[in-house]
């Protein structure tokens, strides 16, 4: 799976940003997509994850609320909504993709090694 994320920049606490994570090379909707986000000097955590056979969704505790993940397979593509934006969301976002048979459990906690592909990762700083 070929992963691309965009959508990060720059945005005062309390803003708002929308990522995009576009796919290419497999058929997207077998795949469940997650984020991942990895701020200076800390581990890369997950975020928010979505599956692709019936939209199941997982979201990290500290981000139920402010962010919406979705998906359109018609444009292979998958969103995180961000809002209510604080200055500790500050990290590079990633996007991942497990294999086919990985299944998002709502409360799981996302673990790196379950994850195949990467994107490139989208810088997102929030000012306060």
């Known amino acids: 799976v070929q992963l691309q994320a965009s959508g990060g920049g720059l945005v005062q606490a309390g803003g708002s940003l929308r990522l995009s994570c576009s796919a290419s090379?497999?058929?997207?909707?077998?795949?469940?997509i997650a984020w991942f986000r990895q701020a200076p000097g800390k581990e890369r955590e997950g975020v928010s994850c979505i599956n692709a056979r019936d939209g199941n969704t997982n979201y990290k505790d500290s981000v139920k609320g402010r962010f919406t993940i979705s998906r359109d397979n018609a444009k292979n593509t998958v969103y995180l909504q961000m809002s209510s934006l604080k200055p500790e969301d500050t990290a590079v976002y990633y996007c991942?993709?497990?294999?086919?048979?990985?299944?998002?459990?709502?409360?799981?906690?996302?673990?790196?090694?379950?994850?195949?592909?990467w994107g490139q990762g989208t810088q997102v700083t929030v000012s306060s």
């Open positions: 991942a993709a497990p294999d086919p048979m990985y299944y998002c459990d709502e409360g799981a906690r996302l673990d790196v090694i379950d994850f195949e592909s």
């Open positions: 090379g497999v058929t997207f909707n077998y795949y469940a």
